[in-house]
């Protein structure tokens, strides 16, 4: 039986982070049976590794609308978004809005929702780096000025929108999504040993791998990739931590282009330090799992490395996720690459840092989303 069209709501992916919050928010809507969610994705990510695999891997139903949009300058890519969610809204109009994260395609779903009069939920709602310069800092502050509903993953959140004058009954402490899906797909993740066989990687690498374990890197912010002398450095620093533990790092393209473009591909060349294409998110969970350390400069890899009881190197001036610092593993070290090696070595001697799990971080995140929308929309009619 087809729910009751009031309780149609519309949900936006765009990209990988995306991906992983919403599959958890979709199984939890279809599961109370009042609801007839739609599924649009805008198409912000197109290339496989970093799209369609993950509807698969994380068993998310095949979106209901695919607006197509791809890579661009992000106000292009906001205006083309917003330009085709448009009519879409109007023709078929959802009860709420539910975007997660802070992505192009969330600012600019909800910046069309509301100029509609769509109400807006925003999962992951008041995180805060306090840096303007990030273009992510600024699509938080805006999706959360306009939206209706707050689901915080951290009590921080809480404080943060407080003090930007969001009414306190608006948010929601409700935990957090990402790990929803974490502890959803454990059981299917890849084994580290299968993914480190496929890699294309010296012997040396294996040997080395076999015998001390290795690291895990992403690295893809502007911040750190985009200037060539940046970049450089952290190559050196990373080649530096390969002599010491194996590290296999997972190459987003904008990296490996500003690699490329540098002329730092020979310095890219160390024997036990193995360069992969980006990993689908169950070889990536499987390799974070049994990883001796994680350098990242990803927000989401913070979280999953503190759930994981993972050390973490977050190579960032700030975060807007404090407690993966405050009560979980991970470290904040800055713009300095020379900070990386001293503490890989710290946690190889004596364990490195020691976190616990976030209240509320229990993998029902999505099942309290669920309830509080449903509350949300029977309250107004």
Known sequence: MTPPKELRVDLIVGARPNFVKIAPIV????????????????????????????????????????????????????????????????????????????????????????YLRIPIAHVEAGLRSFDREMPEENNRVVVDQLSD?????????????????????????????????????????????????????????????????????TLHRPSNVDDPAKLAALIEALSAVSERLPLVFAVHPRTRANIEKAGLAAKFATPNLAACEPLAYLASLGLMRDAKVVVTDSGGMQEETTALGVPCITVRDNTERPITIEEGTNTLIGADPARILPIVEDILG????RGRKPALWDGKAAERIAAEVEAFLRARG
């Open 149 to 217: 509903l707050h689901f915080v993953t951290e009590q921080q959140g809480e404080a943060n929108l407080i003090a930007e004058r969001i009414a306190p009954e608006r948010i929601k402490f409700v935990g957090n999504v990402m790990i929803d899906t974490l502890y959803d797909a454990l059981p299917r993740a890849i084994p580290a040993a299968e993914t480190l066989a496929g890699l294309n990687a010296t012997p040396a690498f294996h040997a080395a791998a076999a015998q001390k374990g290795y690291g895990f890197v």
């Open 350 to 353: 004596a364990g490195g840092k």
């Open 27 to 114: 199984r939890a809507l279809r599961a109370r049976g009042t609801f007839a969610p739609r599924l649009i994705h805008t198409g912000q990510h197109y290339d496989f590794l970093m799209d369609r695999v993950f509807f698969d891997e994380l068993r998310i139903p095949a979106p209901d609308v695919n607006l197509k949009i791809g890579s661009g300058p992000a106000s292009e890519q906001v205006a083309k978004i917003m330009l085709a969610l448009h009519p879409l809204f109007v023709e078929d109009r959802p009860r709420l809005l539910i975007v997660v994260g802070d992505v192009n395609s969330t600012v600019a779903a909800a910046l069309t929702a509301c």
